[in-house]
């Protein structure tokens, strides 16, 4: 669904495009297979999400995440996540994607169409407006969605750079589809994807 709405953007910038699948053990598969087969800077992963902030629905901005994290890797309660930790081991669930002075964080800041977020990146989407809240909370996001430190984690073992783009469709939390708006978030996707490309060194 989301790579045939940037489908026509990516190949006239002659970027080749691959559906990662759902969830973070199919996009860790599916990006890595991928780098195991092609010599290449950066990968984008665009795709739609939920918001944990109201503000965040409608409007004309598509959002770079500017940090990824698996937001419940570890011990989760009704209400809390705690981090598992394993000595002598790190265990690798954060991930800064966009450092503030480099040329995305200047070029996305200047626009009026692309916005930075802090995002998390989850195996279950959020059922409920509390779970929504201790993530948002406890992990300073803003957008949920299910790949993004999963696409983050085999980009950095190939020293690959990863890019990822996010269109809202929806609060995290609610489970009413009728509220959701997904044909607008994948325009804002196309939009956003066309408006990145630019910046990007494309050869």
């Given at each position: ?25 199919s ?47 570890g011990?989760c ?18 991930f ?44 300073d ?15 950095a ?21 009728s ?25």
């Open positions: 669904m989301e790579l045939d709405a940037v489908m026509d953007v990516a190949q006239g910038a002659g970027v080749p495009g691959f559906v990662t699948g759902l969830g973070p053990a996009t860790a598969h599916s990006v890595t297979r991928f780098l195991e087969n092609n010599s290449v800077s950066f990968i984008i992963l665009a795709g739609i999400a939920g918001a944990y902030r109201p503000e965040l629905l409608g409007g004309n901005r598509a959002f770079v995440a500017k940090s990824e994290v698996f937001a419940d890797l011990r309660s009704h209400n809390s996540i705690e981090p598992i930790k394993l000595a002598e081991q790190e265990v690798k669930e954060y800064r994607l966009v450092e503030e002075g480099d040329e995305i964080h200047t070029f996305v800041t200047a626009s009026h169409g692309l916005a930075l977020a802090n995002m998390a990146t989850v195996s279950c989407s959020s059922g409920t407006f509390e779970r929504a809240r201790t993530i948002a909370e406890g992990f996001v803003e957008i949920e969605n299910m790949e993004g430190a999963a696409a983050a984690l085999s980009c073992a190939y020293d690959v750079r990863l890019i990822e783009l996010r269109a809202v469709s929806n609060l995290a939390g609610e489970t009413d589809k509220k959701w708006d997904i044909p607008g978030a994948l325009g804002q996707l196309s939009k956003g994807l066309r408006e990145l490309l630019v910046a990007l060194p494309l050869r």
